[in-house]
């Protein structure tokens, strides 16, 4: 049974950090490409961040140059950093994988950025 198992949201302040982690079980990691994504109440899903197979990585505009995607092969997590953060972070943040014609979800993680 494949689970994907966010952690580390939380509230924080305006201008504060946070790392989030994403524990995958039931995949070959190896293969897949993962990526953080959020969704804000009333708004679509959208891409955060993404890291290859291979550790190439990408990043939506809005948070680029304050937040860092990385994976661990070994622990079979994919972790995201922010920094600086802004309340229009505010979100549920959703760790995907995808490879091999599938993809999975895992159930969220809210992060909350307000003073």
């Known amino acids: 049974q494949v689970q994907l198992v966010e952690s580390g949201g939380g509230l924080v302040q305006p201008g504060g950090s946070l790392r989030l982690s994403c524990a995958a079980n039931?995949?070959?990691?190896?293969?897949?490409?993962m990526g953080w994504y959020r969704q804000a109440p009333g708004k679509q899903r959208e891409l955060v961040a993404a890291?290859?197979?291979?550790?190439?990585?990408n990043y939506a505009d809005s948070v680029k140059g304050r937040s860092s995607i990385s994976r661990d092969g070994a622990k079979r997590t994919v972790d995201l950093q922010m920094n600086s953060l802004k309340p229009e972070d505010t979100a549920v943040y959703y760790c995907k994988a995808g490879g091999v014609g599938r993809e999975y979800w895992g159930q969220g993680t809210q992060v909350t950025v307000s003073s």
């Open positions: 039931g995949i070959i990691f190896r293969f897949y490409n």
């Open positions: 890291i290859s197979s291979g550790g190439s990585t």
